[in-house]
């Protein structure tokens, strides 16, 4: 058997995993007749160290760098002997084979001589028993879906063999006339080369199968950034997604294009704005781009897709049985929802506690225990901080009580909201507003996030002003807490003093007299004070740019926002929240302003009779 086995191993500044891979290749018990390494122009020794371990009965090819997987995938090909009926073993440098892999590989060859590539069951590195592949698909999202749960331990449960649409190349043992035939895309980096190999495979009648009974140790150090730590997220997103869309795009039936292409749009622009929310711009940029990147060139689309025409024997509906289920998606969505919020507990209960910047990289002895945390609920039940919250939204729903006689948020400083959240787009989309005698001032800043969060409670305006005066006592209170809790370090003062803090708003009758500017200026204040402090305490980089965003953005809001009194207001909601108001009086506090003197350039309320740039 092993007379007819090439092992293609591939490096790229692989150095530190490189030892433990090269003994390990030497250990198999059934050895490959013929060992090719390649090497994309490492820069870490990689060469030397090659050289020194296979010694004259191996090959070591130099590549220029920036060399893609797919090219040295070939080039070891070009270079290692041998026919059609020959078997080509592809190893990663941050892959260590179990000295029985190979064997075990073989031995399914040998049962299965209609299958093509066959896969080994890919765990942690180095011999951790947390599971990471055994076959791998894709979903309608372009999401690489393992079927396994996060952080997945492996205790025998996945060792049956089956079919699967792909299995990864770290590892993958593969009939070299069918990899001859159908060779590796150049457009895709290694994270998508083995779902798209497995995907063409299919399409021309071959089979993929895995074989657990072969383990096969991962770095994952491409998709971890472990291999090039400058590589920022944001370009390991925009590569990724790239991949991804190329992937679905390239190899979904032809009637399928234009519903895939907009599904990927959609979502990703879905995703940029979750991804803003959270504070990662650069995740966020490089997901949408990546998605666009590829939409804008059909013609390279095209192109793909004649060549795969060309290697094609079955029709693309013999794939689905392959391919993820179309609840896939949603699945991860509520898992990441339930992720969501398991990390908004761990920063109620420590996440605000000062940085100490110690030098140990934890991550590592964090993924460990990610399997033994407790249910989100009973964390839930066990936070203070979730209790607290909860009973300062029911003092604030306590406190405001008269403004919810007449059916909503109204009286004092609040006018009756419009009766859906469509009057808030129409209002902020209109060029000319309906101001004394017609003004094209700026629609008010804070329009855009009110009507988005009407939209997504069903187009109700009532039900978003309501939302946001329970929200604002609780919410100040929990950033006063994280303040608190960065600057001084005790949990429970941090506490009380966030809690005063919440209550602040209810006992100056800000709340009861529904002065809307001020409640929210209030709740996003102590955040962004916080943020502040985060910035000047961080050590990262990627921490500095993070709360450099929130920073930013709060003090756009705060820039635009007018000032037309001396009220305490500094976020853009503040001005005059309802039309119709001012009239020479703040819409927040009733108190006479100097609107008339800043209406010309700084009052944004759409409501104010005469104001304007251009008011005469």
Not at 272 to 293: C, H, I, T
Not at 381 to 387: K, Y
Not at 571 to 585: E, F, K, Q, V
Request: positive net charge; aromatic residues 6%; hydrophobic residues 40%.
């Amino acid at each position: 058997m092993s007379g007819s086995v090439t092992a293609l191993l591939v490096c790229h500044d692989g150095r530190r995993w490189l030892p433990l891979v090269l003994s390990r290749l030497a250990e198999q018990t059934v050895p490959p007749a013929t060992v090719v390494a390649v090497d994309s122009g490492s820069v870490d020794g990689s060469q030397d160290l090659l050289r020194e371990h296979l010694g004259p009965t191996g090959q070591v090819l130099d590549l220029p760098r920036g060399t893609g997987y797919p090219a040295a995938v070939r080039a070891g090909l070009a270079a290692a002997p041998g026919d059609g009926d020959d078997l080509v073993w592809l190893l990663h440098d941050d892959s260590a084979a179990a000295p029985d892999a190979l064997e075990h590989l073989l031995a399914a060859a040998d049962t299965h001589p209609d299958v093509a590539l066959f896969g080994p069951k890919l765990r942690e590195w180095p011999d951790l028993r947390r599971l990471l592949e055994v076959g791998v698909t894709i979903t309608g999202t372009g999401r690489r879906e393992t079927g396994l749960e996060r952080g997945e331990y492996d205790q025998g449960q996945h060792d049956d063999q089956r079919d699967v649409l792909a299995v990864g190349t770290a590892g993958l043992l593969v009939r070299r006339r069918v990899l001859d035939r159908l060779g590796l895309d150049d457009q895709l980096p290694v994270s998508f080369t083995d779902v798209d190999l497995g995907w063409r495979a299919a399409r021309a009648g071959a089979r993929t199968r895995t074989v657990p009974s072969a383990v096969v140790f991962h770095a994952e150090a491409s998709r971890t950034g472990s291999r090039d730590p400058t590589q920022s997220r944001g370009s390991r997103a925009r590569r990724d997604r790239k991949a991804a869309t190329w992937t679905l795009l390239t190899n979904v039936a032809g009637w399928a294009v234009p519903f895939v292409a907009l599904r990927l749009f959609l979502g990703s622009l879905l995703r940029a704005l979750g991804l803003l929310l959270v504070r990662a711009p650069g995740e966020a940029f490089g997901d949408l781009s990546g998605v666009v990147s590829v939409l804008l060139r059909p013609d390279r689309l095209l192109r793909a897709r004649r060549a795969r025409r060309r290697t094609s024997t079955v029709p693309s509906r013999a794939v689905r049985p392959l391919l993820a289920p179309w609840w896939t998606p949603y699945r991860h969505g509520l898992d990441e929802l339930r992720a969501i919020g398991s990390a908004a507990v761990r920063e109620a209960g420590a996440g605000g506690s000062p940085s100490h910047d110690d030098g140990h990289d934890d991550s590592h002895d964090a993924s460990l225990d990610d399997g033994h945390d407790d249910p989100l609920p009973r964390r839930l039940l066990r936070s203070p901080g979730v209790w607290v919250v909860l009973g300062l939204a029911v003092a604030g729903l306590v406190a405001g009580r008269e403004l919810w006689t007449a059916g909503g948020p109204v009286g004092g400083a609040l006018l009756p909201p419009p009766d859906d959240a469509s009057a808030w787009w129409d209002q902020y989309a209109a060029s000319v507003h309906r101001v004394g005698g017609g003004s094209t001032v700026p629609a008010p800043p804070y329009l855009p996030p009110l009507a988005a969060l009407g939209t997504v409670l069903l187009g109700s305006a009532e039900a978003a002003m309501t939302l946001l005066f329970v929200a604002t006592v609780p919410l100040a209170a929990a950033g006063g807490t994280r303040f608190l809790r960065r600057l001084a370090g005790s949990t429970r003062a941090a506490t009380w003093g966030g809690v005063m803090y919440g209550l602040l708003l209810t006992t100056t009758g800000a709340w009861g007299q529904a002065r809307l500017g001020t409640l929210v200026a209030g709740a996003v204040l102590p955040w962004l004070a916080s943020s502040a402090l985060r910035f000047a305490r961080a050590t990262a980089a990627g921490e500095r740019w993070r709360a450099a965003w929130v920073r930013r953005c709060g003090w756009r809001s705060e820039r635009r926002s007018p000032r037309c009194c001396g009220c305490w207001r500094v976020s853009s909601w503040c001005c005059c929240s309802s039309p119709g108001c001012c009239g020479g009086r703040c819409g927040a506090c009733s108190r006479p302003s100097w609107c008339r003197r800043w209406a010309p350039r700084r009052c944004w309320c759409p409501g104010a009779p005469g104001s304007g740039r251009g008011r005469a």
